[in-house]
């Protein structure tokens, strides 16, 4: 059996020397001769920086931005390995301005100082990259996918052994006094910690991809290409400004939690999103089964204008009808068999309403006498009278929750669907490969700018890649270093 090797610094730092040594001219390059960065910095970003002390900047502030997008690029861990790299690339320095390294206290105080300059260059890069987007592919630009996730802090209770240390108590309370199955010592876990940690409250405890954490919680949009439109940091700020988002105490159940966390804040996000970008226009909303609530549903299509949800059905609650069957997507069934869906027959208009149209699942257009085919059912034990079959016309506004503008079970829900998992690759890209994990720090400002800076990485890689006409490197420009 082979053993796995353990990375180490300086096989880190040796890996991304021969990067720089191998490739710097060429990269560097094609950021140079292709990506202005002074153009798209704000104006508000520039007079903030260059007057914030009254005095002339030895950094400029291409500079630091630089630096930044390069740290993430080249997924450089840690400031401080970025500022080894600095000290000794000349061409890495010369590239971003620097006529000598600055030190950490000072990229640092860069994120804090300017946290809200760095939310305007992130939006006006949305703005900048919308066009590119919908020449790519309109269809997938035109769909708004959003997910939550969180940024595990630098702090005690995020250590395995914390967690294990409470579950394992609780197992031997269990076998000590007997108690039956239906005491969960995870569940209990759960319950018994604390809902923040002890060094800072604004880093909640989170159930998220299938373990304990304590966050600072962010939702993201994305569009179908998987290119994020926007990041909302759930802060005291967000809460402030956002006072019809009821703050509630954390049930038995972690994915209860979740879900009424995420439910509760996408109407505020999409409204914040949509006032700050008006010329962009979705009529395509993702989601998972956590907002699947009658007042999502009707808060999308009345107020925000969508015209198709793919929202999976929450589990807990299913759909009734009281005119006629259906099964669990939705779709009418035959009355004499309720495991015998009825056939779609497209979507229309009857007087102005859009009307989903179902027929009789044993009916198939036949050649009559007079040469025209026409629909005819062959039920040995018809419902109804009619040659047709018995026909079923929904009308959607009457129950957005059981057909959001599409029905469920279908082949175009199944493959549009797929498509919302572009948002979870989106969000580990970030923590992956822009580094946005693991960082050893638990100060509200720098990681909220750590977020920040990763969305607009990956929007200047957009950038970057219709410049060079390959847009296939919309979401990587790992393939251009490689």
């Given at each position: 059996m082979?053993?796995?090797?353990?990375?180490?610094?300086?096989?880190?730092?040796?890996?991304?020397?021969?990067?720089?040594?191998?490739?710097?001219y060429?990269?560097?390059?094609?950021?140079?001769?292709?990506?202005?960065?002074?153009?798209?910095?704000?104006?508000?970003?520039?007079?903030?920086?260059y007057?914030?002390f009254?005095?002339?900047?030895?950094?400029?502030?291409?500079?630091?931005l630089?630096?930044?997008?390069?740290?993430?690029?080249?997924?450089i861990?840690?400031?401080?390995?970025?500022?080894?790299?600095?000290?000794?690339?000349?061409?890495?320095?010369?590239?971003?301005?620097?006529?000598?390294?600055?030190?950490?206290?000072?990229?640092?105080?860069?994120?804090?100082?300017?946290?809200?300059?760095?939310?305007?260059?992130?939006?006006?890069?949305?703005?900048?990259?919308?066009?590119?987007?919908?020449?790519?592919?309109?269809?997938?630009?035109?769909?708004?996918?959003?997910?939550?996730?969180?940024?595990?802090?630098?702090?005690?209770?995020?250590?395995?052994?914390?967690?294990?240390?409470?579950?394992?108590?609780?197992?031997?309370?269990?076998?000590?006094?007997?108690l039956?199955?239906?005491?969960?010592?995870?569940?209990?876990?759960?319950?018994?910690?604390?809902?923040?940690?002890?060094?800072?409250?604004?880093?909640?405890?989170?159930?998220?991809?299938?373990?304990f954490?304590?966050?600072?919680?962010?939702?993201?949009?994305?569009?179908?290409?998987?290119?994020?439109?926007?990041?909302?940091?759930?802060?005291?700020?967000?809460?402030?400004?956002?006072?019809?988002?009821?703050?509630?105490?954390?049930?038995?159940?972690?994915?209860?939690?979740?879900?009424?966390?995420?439910?509760?804040?996408?109407?505020?996000?999409?409204?914040?999103?949509?006032d700050?970008?008006?010329?962009?226009?979705?009529?395509?909303?993702?989601?998972?089964?956590?907002?699947?609530?009658?007042?999502?549903?009707?808060?999308?299509?009345?107020?925000?204008?969508?015209?198709?949800?793919?929202?999976?059905?929450?589990?807990?609650?299913?759909?009734?009808?009281?005119?006629?069957?259906?099964?669990?997507?939705?779709?009418?069934?035959?009355?004499?068999?309720?495991?015998?869906?009825?056939?779609?027959e497209?979507?229309?208009?009857?007087?102005?309403?859009?009307?989903?149209?179902?027929?009789?699942?044993?009916?198939?257009?036949?050649?009559?006498?007079?040469?025209?085919?026409?629909?005819?059912?062959?039920c040995?034990?018809?419902?109804?009278?009619?040659?047709?079959?018995?026909?079923?016309?929904?009308?959607?506004?009457?129950?957005?929750?059981?057909?959001?503008?599409?029905?469920?079970?279908?082949?175009?829900?199944?493959?549009t669907?797929?498509?919302?998992?572009?948002v979870?690759?989106?969000?580990?890209?970030?923590?992956?490969?822009?580094?946005?994990?693991?960082?050893?720090?638990?100060?509200?400002?720098?990681?909220?700018?750590?977020?920040?800076?990763?969305?607009?990485?990956?929007?200047?890689?957009?950038?970057?890649?219709?410049?060079?006409?390959?847009?296939?490197?919309?979401?990587?420009?790992?393939?251009?270093?490689?």
């Amino acid at each position: 059996m082979v053993r796995p090797k353990q990375i180490s610094f300086a096989d880190i730092y040796s890996d991304c020397n021969n990067v720089f040594e191998n490739d710097k001219y060429h990269f560097l390059s094609l950021l140079e001769d292709n990506i202005n960065l002074e153009e798209l910095i704000p104006a508000s970003f520039y007079n903030h920086f260059y007057s914030y002390f009254g005095r002339k900047r030895i950094y400029p502030l291409s500079g630091f931005l630089w630096a930044l997008l390069i740290q993430r690029i080249f997924s450089i861990p840690t400031d401080n390995l970025l500022l080894i790299f600095l000290q000794y690339s000349k061409e890495l320095r010369d590239f971003c301005g620097f006529s000598k390294v600055p030190d950490a206290s000072k990229i640092t105080r860069f994120k804090q100082d300017f946290l809200m300059d760095l939310q305007s260059f992130f939006d006006s890069l949305v703005d900048v990259t919308e066009p590119i987007c919908q020449k790519i592919d309109e269809s997938l630009a035109s769909m708004t996918i959003f997910d939550t996730s969180g940024i595990e802090a630098f702090v005690t209770e995020n250590n395995p052994k914390y967690a294990n240390r409470i579950i394992s108590q609780l197992k031997a309370f269990k076998k000590a006094i007997g108690l039956d199955d239906s005491y969960d010592p995870y569940k209990a876990a759960y319950k018994s910690m604390p809902s923040h940690a002890t060094s800072n409250q604004a880093i909640k405890q989170l159930y998220i991809n299938g373990h304990f954490c304590y966050v600072f919680k962010f939702g993201i949009i994305t569009n179908g290409l998987g290119i994020v439109r926007d990041i909302s940091f759930y802060n005291k700020n967000f809460i402030d400004a956002h006072p019809d988002i009821i703050v509630e105490k954390k049930t038995d159940s972690p994915q209860e939690d979740k879900s009424l966390g995420d439910a509760k804040a996408l109407i505020p996000v999409l409204k914040d999103f949509f006032d700050k970008h008006p010329l962009i226009n979705p009529k395509v909303f993702l989601g998972d089964a956590a907002f699947d609530t009658v007042n999502i549903y009707k808060s999308l299509f009345t107020e925000l204008n969508f015209e198709k949800a793919y929202i999976p059905l929450n589990s807990r609650s299913g759909l009734e009808n009281q005119d006629y069957t259906i099964n669990e997507d939705g779709i009418p069934c035959c009355p004499h068999d309720k495991n015998l869906p009825m056939k779609p027959e497209g979507s229309k208009s009857r007087c102005g309403i859009p009307t989903f149209k179902f027929v009789c699942p044993k009916m198939s257009w036949d050649k009559c006498l007079d040469g025209k085919y026409r629909r005819r059912t062959h039920c040995d034990n018809p419902c109804t009278d009619s040659l047709c079959g018995r026909m079923v016309y929904i009308y959607p506004e009457k129950n957005l929750r059981a057909y959001p503008g599409t029905i469920r079970g279908t082949e175009e829900w199944d493959e549009t669907y797929k498509i919302r998992s572009v948002v979870e690759k989106s969000i580990n890209h970030f923590k992956d490969s822009f580094c946005l994990a693991g960082r050893r720090t638990q100060n509200e400002k720098t990681l909220h700018a750590d977020l920040l800076l990763a969305g607009i990485t990956q929007l200047i890689t957009v950038v970057l890649a219709d410049r060079i006409h390959k847009h296939k490197y919309i979401r990587s420009l790992k393939p251009l270093i490689a």
